[in-house]
């Protein structure tokens, strides 16, 4: 029997919120592909088709990728279909890449209403599913289930649902693509101009613990290793730095990076397993902030396939030594581990905020994963079974 110490002086726990429904399509086996589109910009040199996509986009696909693309009819100009990579471009034209159909890798597509009304929506994301399209995921996404759902306006009277076609909840914040929990959409552009702007505030006045926010998230984590602190603060700046796999940079423990500040309470120990059930409040919103700030306090999540101690990725090789093409043309995807992998028990627990549009004060909970519940918390539901 693993060694369970209980932190007391916790906050008792929310009973779970049951979900109001549940929706979601299956995915198709095959996306639609997607269109890349640009407008060519001369800087005085004539430039070739292979010239400009082999330049412009050499994060995408190496030079032999690219001649496939051509070779393979994926790119016109001007609307026309042109085949030969030595096409000379004119200055103003058109070139579309056609990415060709794939079949993206599993993802979850059932989704959890914990709270709705005419302004806005709360799902319960569940781990495995990304939030926004991004890499090999462009269809298998919250915003596309988003989408395809047919939203009701809830109307005051309760006998009566209004069906209209103007409701496109759209995302206001992301979670991890391997992070559960409550993720807040907006059905209206004031309640996405409103709520994005509780979330940016927060984000801009993080080391400023006195300073009042309209919004707030708590999360639940296992993390490595027994914390001998009840309670504690951490304050480390995020930035990026060069990664291969990432384009724009990973975000990393940086002290040139931007202010962060996450709140941290530890709610269960177990020194058998040298791990720990924690509860974090963030102040900001910097992505992977829970991941990092817990990495660089010593305590990476379990699981977690990035981020090691100190906030830093795991030994990594600085350049792909492979410039060889995947079956479309583009790179294989990165041998190192990327921000979008799972393997680790991160889920948004809470969330309090005022309302966008009424002020009133609105709490959902999600329930929680059962390897992130206290041993307290798994009597508690043992008993109302």
Avoid at 302 to 307: A, C, E, T
Avoid at 338 to 350: I, N, R, S, T
Wanted: glycine fraction near 8%; aromatic fraction near 8%.
């Amino acid at each position: 029997m693993a060694a369970v110490t209980t932190d007391h002086h916790s906050a008792p726990p929310l009973p779970p919120q049951p979900p109001l429904y549940s929706f979601g399509v299956p995915w198709p086996d095959l996306n639609e592909g997607l269109l890349y589109t640009d407008l060519v910009r001369s800087t005085g040199n004539a430039t070739t088709l292979i010239e400009f996509y082999s330049s412009k986009y050499k994060n995408s696909a190496p030079l032999q990728g690219w001649l496939q693309r051509i070779r393979n009819r994926q790119i016109t100009v001007d609307g026309g279909l042109v085949t030969d990579p030595c096409f000379a471009l004119r200055d103003g034209a058109e070139v579309v890449y056609h990415r060709l159909p794939w079949k993206e890798p599993f993802a979850p597509y059932l989704l959890e209403v914990l709270y709705e009304d005419n302004d806005m929506v709360a799902i319960n994301k569940p781990s495995g599913l990304q939030v926004l399209p991004g890499g090999l995921f462009q269809q298998r996404t919250v915003l596309m289930q988003l989408q395809w759902k047919e939203w009701n306006k809830v109307s005051s009277d309760c006998s009566k649902r209004q069906m209209t076609q103007e409701t496109h909840p759209v995302p206001v914040h992301r979670l991890g693509r391997g992070t559960s929990g409550i993720l807040l959409c907006a059905k209206t552009k004031l309640a996405k101009t409103r709520l994005s702007a509780y979330f940016a505030n927060g984000t801009a006045f993080a080391g400023d613990d006195g300073k009042a926010r309209r919004i707030s998230k708590v999360y639940r984590a296992l993390v490595a290793g027994v914390i001998a602190r009840d309670e504690f603060v951490i304050k480390q700046p995020i930035g990026t730095m060069h990664y291969p796999g990432v384009a724009k940079g990973l975000y990393v423990a940086s002290s040139s990076g931007k202010p962060a500040l996450s709140k941290v309470q530890v709610l269960e120990r177990d020194a058998q397993r040298n791990q720990a059930v924690v509860q974090v409040e963030i102040h900001s919103g910097r992505p992977h902030q829970i991941r990092i700030h817990l990495a660089f306090a010593g305590h990476p999540l379990i699981g977690d396939p990035l981020y090691d101690i100190g906030g830093q990725p795991k030994a990594f090789e600085p350049e792909s030594s492979c410039d060889c093409a995947a079956d479309d043309g583009g790179y294989q995807k990165p041998v190192q581990a990327v921000p979008g992998d799972c393997g680790y028990y991160l889920h948004a627990y809470q969330l309090f905020l005022s309302h966008p549009v009424t002020n009133k004060r609105i709490e959902i909970t999600a329930s929680l994963p059962p390897i992130l519940q206290t041993q307290e918390e798994r009597d508690q539901e043992n008993l109302q079974r």
